[in-house]
Nanobody, 129 residues
Framework: QVQLVESGGGLVQAGGSLRLSCAAS????????MGWFRQAPGKEREFVAA???????????DYADSVKGRFTISRNNAKNTLLLQMNSLKPDGTAVYYC???????????????????WGQGTQVTVSS
């Protein structure tokens, strides 16, 4: 069973950047999918970005419309780590950010929370105006 640990959250001014990391312990080789979600106070957890691969070749990289062009999801294969580079952050990006994982690929990017079976504990991102 893969375990996930997020890091990199913090306080940043609007327009600034942060890079989140999600360290995975366990096997993520073969076909695999990982994603980032976020949850603001009083709101449901929402999709941010997802990536799927087969033998470390990216098959899907997908983004929510609200972050497209500002956020980039990627992997550091050597460190078995998922990354989320967040640029031009906005105050509505304030949330707890969660990393998620599932073995295997679907026929489309996995955007729903129910499509993942492993979650990290989350890291807080606060964007001040």
């Amino acid at each position: 069973q893969v375990q996930l640990v997020e890091s990199g959250g913090g306080l940043v001014q609007a327009g600034g950047s942060l890079r989140l990391s999600c360290a995975a312990s366990g096997r993520t080789t073969g076909s695999y999918s990982m994603g980032w979600f976020r949850q603001a106070p009083g709101k449901e957890r929402e999709f941010v970005a997802a990536i799927s691969w087969i033998d470390y070749i990216t098959i899907y990289a997908d983004y929510a419309d609200s972050v497209k062009g500002r956020f980039t999801i990627s992997r550091n294969n050597a460190k078995n780590t998922l990354l989320l580079q967040m640029n031009s952050l906005k105050p509505d990006g304030t949330a707890v950010y969660y990393c998620a994982a599932r073995a295997g690929l679907m026929g489309r990017p996995a955007r729903r929370t129910t499509e993942y079976d492993t979650w990290g504990q989350g890291t807080q991102v606060t964007v001040s105006s």
